[in-house]
């Protein structure tokens, strides 16, 4: 057994796992690939999210160390998110997943806006 | 949106994790990553998990298309579990996520038996 911030986990993948779970947190990494991005751009680019949940995910992913951001001191401040090593460094294995979603279950799924 | 079985997602990536996520669902897997294995030997390798959990653990993976097994007609059956197809093609994602919460978490990890 593994023991992590409190919490009992059987495996590394389970503990893993549950940092990345979360609705809308495999969108959100998705549209910081890229290039940072600030937060009123972000919560434009995903579509349903709404601020209180985007700020509280990205709050999520700040204390898991998968984001971070830059506080550019102009009048008012402007903010930026990033993806940190650690968050670009699970990038491929959630892009696997999203592949092997789409393959395997894409018949099954029917998307609306 | 996606719609998939009656629930809705926002992403593939949170369907798919949706699917996989499940305390045990990734050691199960990785156990039979090399060759099919037969109940109790499953449940003899994976420390900790009752026979009613790995059995429905077994049943959600099967109902996912990820697990399936064969029963040979011996007294008494012998019942073997192995990855199909599409849980094969799901392994190397769980490997890096397995091995990402190694790298990135495991300072904080304490294990116990």
Redesign the interface.
Known sequence: ?????GKN?????????????G??K??IL?HLTEEPVRFLELQRRIK??SQKVLNEQLKALERE?LVNKKIYPEVPPRVEYFLTK?GA??M???K??????????GS??????
Chains 1, 2 share one sequence.
């Open positions: 057994m593994l023991e992590y911030k986990f059987v495996c590394h993948l389970d503990l893993g796992i549950e940092v990345l779970k609705k809308w495999g969108l998705f349903g999210i160390g650690k460094d699970i491929p294995a959630l696997i997943i999203a592949e092997w979603t789409q393959k395997y279950m099954e799924i029917s998307y609306s806006d």
